[in-house]
Nanobody, 125 residues
Framework: VQLVESGGGSVQAGGSLRLSCDASGYKYRGYCMTWFRQVPGKEREAVAA???????TYADSAKGRFTISEDTMKNTVPLQMNSLKPLDRGIYYC?????????????????????WGQGTQVTVS
């Protein structure tokens, strides 16, 4: 299983970025795909997830500003981030796991995921 993030960068507050997670090496549609954010000294925080049937869910901090989707043909999971705030800065990681029926409660917990990408840096000033 391989996950590769891209699309990070530096933007001013109010700007937008589109991250992408390219997935390979497994049966893609069977997994919950989640974006996490991490800043130095803090644990990884779940931002948004999309489960195996395409249902999205968001952390409160992301609702109304971020949109997670999936392109099953390309095996990618984009995260569109609008109205960015300085608090959105950090390294964004893509994670994948088969959470099954537990996903509504389990998606927020980094410890539940076996598969991770290397991360992409987002800076908001």
């Amino acid at each position: 299983v391989q996950l590769v993030e891209s699309g990070g960068g530096s933007v001013q507050a109010g700007g937008s970025l589109r991250l992408s997670c390219d997935a390979s090496g497994y049966k893609y549609r069977g997994y919950c795909m989640t974006w996490f954010r991490q800043v130095p000294g803090k644990e990884r925080e779940a931002v948004a997830a999309i489960d195996s049937d395409g249902t999205p869910t968001y952390a409160d901090s992301a609702k109304g500003r971020f949109t997670i989707s999936e392109d099953t043909m390309k095996n990618t999971v984009p995260l569109q981030m609008n109205s960015l705030k300085p608090l959105d800065r950090g390294i964004y990681y893509c994670a994948a796991e088969d959470l099954g029926s537990r996903w509504p409660e389990a998606w927020k917990y980094a410890s539940r995921y076996r598969y991770w990408g290397q991360g992409t840096q987002v800076t908001v000033s």
